[in-house]
């Protein structure tokens, strides 16, 4: 018997509630609160006569505190996963604080507007000490930890695939394959093609953020920052075939990095046609990823957020992607004295996705992970309070589960390695 609510009712949202109706005896009654309420209704009326779980919607905008607090005294949930927005990260752990709930969430915070001064400032300072220029980085959720111990709750931070399964894979491969990892690299592929020459695949505001930001990669202790897209691999996916891949800086490098300190070098590569980077350097040229605001006729207008009502929205694009999505590990190591490989991955069809479920994988890889890092939690295999990366929780329910809900896994001891 468990009281959840869920923000936000975009592509993960939607597939986290599908999930989580299909395990109507732990998750008996959620509330799926959003800006649109609209979208919450329709899922609620998808799922009528489906499941058990009593399902309430309710319209909020997750900037507001008081009206957080004032749903969650009303609700009264044991956990809220954020699935909207990063901007509202912050203001959700505060507010999950202040009712006395556990939290989480699938992505690193960042802020909607990253010209704020004070902000600004910290961040300009991040980047010299650190040499990575993302917006976004762990320390402003790890701030949390603290307030989260006290008060006996888990903030449970990135529960997606990556960040999310990826950092279980490492736990799981220091668990049960490594005595002392050296190297990781974490391979990012989605083989899917949607038809659309350029749409991307979760929210564009996020995606296009992330993937136009410098590069950046963590090696004997210190961070490697190079040009966006500079660094470029193929690579033979299983399930998917050749793709090119490019060097990314991405969120759990930092995580991991700090808990698994052995770690000689980790880097993140993800997968992009040739169409997708020329019409993202073409946006950039012309200012459409900016998100300083302009004044338009007396309209202020952020050119990345106009972008994003042009663009097809991720969560429609399931009935037409067809192809694989393929993520995972790999690492090497030392175990009994023996240097070895070792790749741990999972590969998800889109179509199946979206005939389970309605969405296309890459919503389904985000929404699986969050329901099982909420399950975790209110099974208690997963108790230890404070503000948490996934990696320091044990990886084996979580990957058991994993394997269970539709995101088994595959494993070599023989990979082809990332030169
Ligand atoms: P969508 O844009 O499809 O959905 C976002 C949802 O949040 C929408 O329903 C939107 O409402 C709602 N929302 C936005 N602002 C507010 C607000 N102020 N108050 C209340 N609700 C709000 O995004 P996705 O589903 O694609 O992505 C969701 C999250 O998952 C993102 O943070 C993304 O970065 C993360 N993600 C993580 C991955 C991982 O592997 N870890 C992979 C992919 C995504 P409205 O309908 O009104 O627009």
Not at 88 to 107: F, R
Not at 218 to 247: Q, T
Not at 275 to 287: D, F, W
Not at 310 to 319: A, E, F, I, V
Request: with cysteine.
């Amino acid at each position: 018997m468990s009281r959840v609510i869920i923000i936000g009712c975009g592509g993960v949202s939607k597939v986290a509630i599908h999930k989580c109706c299909q395990l109507d005896d732990v998750f008996t009654d959620l509330c799926i609160a959003s800006r649109t309420v609209s979208k919450c209704d329709d899922v609620k009326k998808e799922l009528e006569g489906k499941t058990k779980t009593n399902i309430t919607t309710k319209q909020i905008d997750a900037n507001d505190f008081d009206a957080l607090v004032k749903l969650f005294n009303e609700f009264k949930p044991e956990i809220v996963m954020n699935l909207g927005m990063p901007y509202q990260n912050l203001i959700i752990m505060d507010a999950c604080l202040e009712y006395g709930c556990h939290y989480l969430d699938t992505a690193c915070y960042e802020p909607e507007d990253v010209n704020e001064p004070v902000w600004r400032a910290r961040y300009e300072k991040r980047v010299k000490e650190k040499n990575f220029t993302a917006y976004f980085d762990y320390s402003y959720q790890w701030e949390y930890r603290k307030k989260f111990e006290e008060k006996g709750l888990i903030a449970l931070l990135g529960c997606g695939f990556d960040p999310g399964v990826t950092q279980a894979y490492v736990a799981y491969a220091k668990k049960h394959e490594f005595d002392r990892i050296d190297t990781l690299d974490i391979l990012d592929c989605n083989g899917g093609d949607h038809g659309y020459p350029f749409a991307t695949n979760f929210n564009p505001e996020i995606n296009l953020r992330e993937v136009s930001s410098d590069g950046a990669y963590y090696e004997n202790g210190k961070w490697i920052k190079v040009p966006a897209m500079s660094i470029k691999r193929e690579y033979n996916f299983d399930g998917v075939g050749m793709k090119d891949m490019y060097l990314l800086h991405h969120e759990e490098i930092e995580s991991i990095a700090l808990n698994y300190p052995e770690i000689k070098r980790i880097r993140f590569y993800m997968t992009f046609g040739e169409s997708y980077l020329r019409h993202m350097n073409c946006l950039e040229n012309v200012g459409l990823l900016s998100t300083k605001a302009i004044d338009y006729k007396g309209t202020k207008i952020v050119p990345i957020q106009f972008l994003k009502e042009l663009l097809p929205d991720p969560s429609t694009l399931g009935p037409r992607t067809h192809g694989k999505t393929n993520i995972g590990c790999i690492f090497t190591g030392v175990k009994n004295g023996k240097e070895k490989k070792y790749y741990i991955y999972n590969m998800c069809d889109h179509q199946e996705s979206y005939h389970e479920v309605g969405s296309q994988a890459v919503s389904y890889t985000t929404g699986v992970p969050a329901m099982c890092g909420a399950l975790m939690i209110l099974k208690g295999y997963w108790n230890t309070p404070g503000a948490k990366t996934v990696e320091e929780f044990n990886p084996d329910p979580f990957i058991e589960a994993l394997d269970k809900y539709g995101l088994p896994k595959t494993e070599s001891y023989d990979p082809i390695m990332v030169d």
